[in-house]
């Protein structure tokens, strides 16, 4: 079993930043797909951004693009998302999500493990 715990949520105003981290606890961390997905309020959890194991490979969508980027430190057990130029539809609880498989996938029914979510409301 993999415990994800994010963190680095907040409340921020528009045109600000964030950097969201997520800690598995797990030995086997650098072997794992990384994923963040979030969950806006009344919608559908959707797809943020992804990073395979050895951080050869990230994946945005393009809506995010130039905002959004993903990174990952193995030695530090880490993944992080920062988050720039924040708008108030990003407002979501944010989910950090490990897949053992090494393919980067959008849907959340093919990640294995997922963290608690991390709260970030943008004030406009």
């Known amino acids: 079993q993999v415990h994800l715990v994010e963190s680095g949520g907040g409340l921020v105003q528009a045109g600000e930043s964030l950097r969201l981290s997520c800690a598995p606890s797990?030995?086997?961390?650098?072997?794992?797909?990384m994923g963040w997905f979030r969950h806006p309020p009344g919608k559908e959890r959707e797809f943020v951004a992804g990073?395979?194991?050895?951080?050869?490979?990230?994946d945005i969508p393009d809506s995010l693009k130039g905002r959004f980027t993903i990174s990952r430190d193995n030695g530090r057990n880490t993944v992080y998302l920062e988050m720039n130029s924040l708008k108030p539809e990003d407002t979501a609880v944010y989910y950090c999500?490990?897949?053992?498989?090494?393919?980067?996938?959008?849907?959340?029914?093919?990640?294995?493990?997922w963290g608690q979510g991390t709260q970030v409301t943008v004030s406009s």
């Open positions: 990073i395979n194991s050895i951080a050869s490979r990230s």
């Open positions: 797990s030995r086997t961390f650098s072997t794992y797909t």
């Open positions: 999500a490990a897949r053992q498989s090494p393919m980067m996938s959008h849907r959340p029914d093919e990640y294995d493990y």
